[in-house]
């Protein structure tokens, strides 16, 4: 698969220059050639509930075939835009996401959606067990809330799914796993 824009969407209290720039800049040395976009979402204010950010996402729509990450509470705006209003033509990559928060909840599994968390992250503890029904999901025991210090990892399992999708990333995960 070959994405022309890729949106990278921070986590709750975060910022487009925190480690959304630093996975950006990881993608790049990965040899990831797009259109980035770091857009400041509304919950870089940690007391704006997710559901603003969701609307906020829908008013300015990613473009049609865009892989959209999201890190945090970035991952779980991603893929419930995605399940209200554009199923077929974005992929999502929700990273150290909660399934839930605030007013937002995930509902569905739908395709083109995959999830990177881990199983030691004590930020979205109790709220990730629900990922193998909803995406693609991928626990792994080295992956804290903390992405920046799994930066090289996160880059070349973002990589595998840009190359191979959902069976690009499979493989990549069960050799980051070993």
Known sequence: MRFENIILLHGKGGSPHGSVAQLQAELERHGVVARFERPRMPHSDPDVLAERSVDALIAAPPPAGSLVIGISLGGLVAAKMQADVRIDDLHVIAISSPTWA???????????????????????AGRTSAWPQLADAYEFPWLTHDTDAHKVRLAELVRAYIDGGASGLGECAARLRR
């Not at 995930?106 to 992250?121: C, E, H, Q, V, Y």
């Open 102 to 124: 605030d007013g937002v909840k995930l509902g569905r599994k739908l395709p083109n959606r995959a999830s990177i968390f881990g199983t030691n992250d004590d930020v979205i």
